[in-house]
């Protein structure tokens, strides 16, 4: 049984900072690409930011220069550092892992509950 947790959502004020993180656990062989995804209330779910398991990035444009995306492979985490945040970061973020191997040689992709992210003075 694989499961992600993902935490770190929060109300921050324009210009400040959070940090997510996502825990992977279970039987887990290897994740090839874990990344974030955030939904706002009446749009679609985007990709904000994914990383692959040798280190290789992937930022959507609004983030870029603001967000930095990175990883453990040991642990099977992943942390999204959000900073100078801004009203429009404001949505529901999820955590994704891609090309999940299991120890019984399934493969799959799999997503956190969603942790909230509200910007607002």
């Known amino acids: 049984q694989v499961q992600l947790v993902d935490s770190g959502g929060g109300l921050v004020q324009p210009g400040g900072s959070l940090r997510l993180s996502c825990a992977a656990s279970?039987?887990?062989?290897?994740?090839?690409?874990m990344g974030w995804y955030r939904q706002a209330p009446g749009k679609q779910r985007e990709l904000v930011a994914a990383?692959?398991?040798?280190?290789?990035?992937n930022y959507a444009g609004s983030v870029k220069g603001r967000f930095t995306i990175s990883r453990d492979n040991a642990k099977n985490t992943v942390y999204l550092q959000m900073n100078s945040l801004k009203p429009e970061d404001t949505a529901v973020y999820y955590c994704?892992?891609?090309?999940?191997?299991?120890?019984?040689?399934?493969?799959?992709?799999?997503w956190g509950q969603g942790t909230q992210v509200t910007v607002s003075s």
């Open positions: 994704n892992a891609d090309g999940l191997v299991t120890i019984a040689g399934g493969r799959g992709n799999y």
């Open positions: 990383i692959t398991s040798n280190g290789s990035t």
């Open positions: 279970g039987s887990i062989r290897s994740i090839y690409t």
